[in-house]
């Protein structure tokens, strides 16, 4: 199959190697001239395990380029993707469909060969019979079928997600558009992934529910453990405890800082105003929402008062800034609400994280930046861990416990158990930790 996908971003590039690693050829065009020279050099913009080794693997056997002619990539392609940026809309939350509209436009104006035009960004129900429209209204002479084809990969283990999904959902309504897209995903049909075909409104809803499901289940379990704090409960025994029911499963419910993240905040917003707009409120969501938000504050107050109820003055080693580990991304983190409020209250911050860079930097200002953990840690009054890197997971505690001016130390992760951290002769306070700290 020859491919076109267009936007090399997260979505556009991670499918895009991928599909190039089924055997298609595939050629990603990119409008950012920075990133498609990085790409055409061979360089990844992002960072993501696993990417640059297939990157490069497809690229020397002829299968994957880059290139800024839309019109030349789609000549003779069987599909054409697109997966441009959909992000939240400023003031109201909706999905700006800005990017996805005018490319539909431009595919109208440039295509000149039948294919099947599929969508893999994420847009609210209704985006793609809009796609559709435009495509027709611009170019009525030649065929295209469109379909929905959103994508579940999560950023750090996006090949692997990507490679062996748990499904593939393909919203398309032509016929001949599902042979091709059944060929494509072909490679799949090895392991027995199931193919889930919808109708186009069906496969878009699908992505918000899922992502919303997710979010509910973090949000749930967070609640929770402010109740195990209050009551002496343990919020990893009661997700464990949960999680054993096979109906409800033990993945998501890792209690913490509150969710972050490319697509959470953002998706769990649009569908709250595709709700609201339809006449179909998602109330359930909508609260989601608010609980996340003000689950960041109330980690802020977390950390005051583990560290005697006023930190001015005080120095705070954090460990990890991103808004998950295996990532740089900085999307939403818990740590751009947490630092600033910190260092609003006084505090001064010394954080380190193995990947976060110049981004970080910027969206932080203020923070002094640490080479590892017991750099950050030296002299500090607290240390507080906001991302679970693996880095952070195997800390020499009796050592941190002899840098730490005070022996303060705050598991947003509840990566260390209890008792471990107090044999070193620290204070712990972790998340639903209700006998312990
Ligand atoms: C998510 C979805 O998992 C993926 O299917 C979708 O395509 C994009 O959004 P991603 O944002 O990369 O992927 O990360 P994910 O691992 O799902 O974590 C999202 C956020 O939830 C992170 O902030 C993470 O720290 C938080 N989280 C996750 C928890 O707080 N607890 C958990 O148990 C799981």
């Not at 599909?19 to 992002?46: M, T, W, Y």
């Not at 910190?342 to 969206?363: F, R, S, Y």
């Amino acid at each position: 199959m020859k491919i076109t996908m267009i936007g090399a971003g997260y979505v556009g590039l991670v499918s895009g190697v991928c599909f190039s690693d089924f055997g298609h050829e595939v050629i990603c065009v990119e409008k950012d001239r920075n990133k498609l020279a990085q790409l055409q050099a061979g360089e990844v913009p992002i960072y993501e395990p696993g990417l640059k080794s297939l990157m490069t693997r497809n690229i020397a056997e002829g299968r994957l380029t880059f290139s800024d002619d839309l019109e030349t990539a789609m000549d003779g392609s069987d599909a054409v993707f697109i997966a441009v940026g959909t992000p939240s809309r400023r003031g109201d939350g909706f999905a700006d469909l800005t990017y996805v509209y005018d490319t539909a436009r431009e595919i109208g104006q440039k295509l000149k060969t039948p294919t099947v035009v599929v969508t893999k960004s994420t847009v609210p129900v209704g985006t793609n019979r809009e796609v559709q429209r435009i495509i027709a209204a611009c170019n009525p002479a030649t065929e295209f079928a469109v379909a929905s084809n959103p994508e579940f990969l999560r950023e750090g283990s996006a090949i692997e997600d990507f490679m062996r999904p748990n499904r593939v959902v393909v919203g398309v309504e032509d016929p001949q558009a599902e042979t091709v897209l059944r060929q494509i995903y072909r490679p799949l049909s090895l392991r027995e992934t199931p193919l889930l075909v919808t109708g186009l409104e069906t496969a878009e809803i699908i992505k918000y529910a899922a992502n919303a499901f997710l979010a509910t289940k973090i949000t749930f379990i967070n609640e929770i453990a402010d109740l195990c704090e209050k009551t002496g409960g343990d919020v990893q025994q009661v997700a464990k405890g949960i999680g054993l029911d096979a109906r409800i499963g033990g993945k998501f419910l890792h209690a913490g800082p509150g969710y972050g993240g490319s697509c959470f905040p953002k998706d769990t917003q649009a569908l709250v105003q595709t709700g609201q707009q339809h006449g179909a409120p998602q109330r359930i969501v909508e609260t989601v929402v608010a609980v996340n938000a003000a689950r960041k504050s109330a980690m802020t107050e977390k950390i005051i008062a583990a560290c005697g109820g006023d930190v001015a003055g005080k120095r705070i080693a954090v460990l990890g800034v991103t808004f998950k580990p295996n990532t740089d991304d900085m999307r939403d983190a818990p740590s751009l609400v947490i630092l600033p409020e910190l260092m609003a209250a006084g505090a001064e911050i010394t954080a380190t994280d193995p990947e976060a860079g110049a981004e970080a930097v910027q969206l932080l200002p203020g923070v002094d930046w640490a080479k590892d953990a017991y750099a950050a840690a030296e002299g500090a009054d607290a240390l507080v861990i906001i991302t679970e890197w693996n880095t952070f997971r195997g800390l020499d505690l009796p050592r941190i416990a002899g840098l730490l001016k005070s022996p303060v130390f705050i598991d947003l992760r509840n990566i260390y158990p209890v008792d471990e951290v107090q044999d070193a002769g620290l204070i712990h306070t972790g998340i639903g930790k209700g006998g312990a700290g």
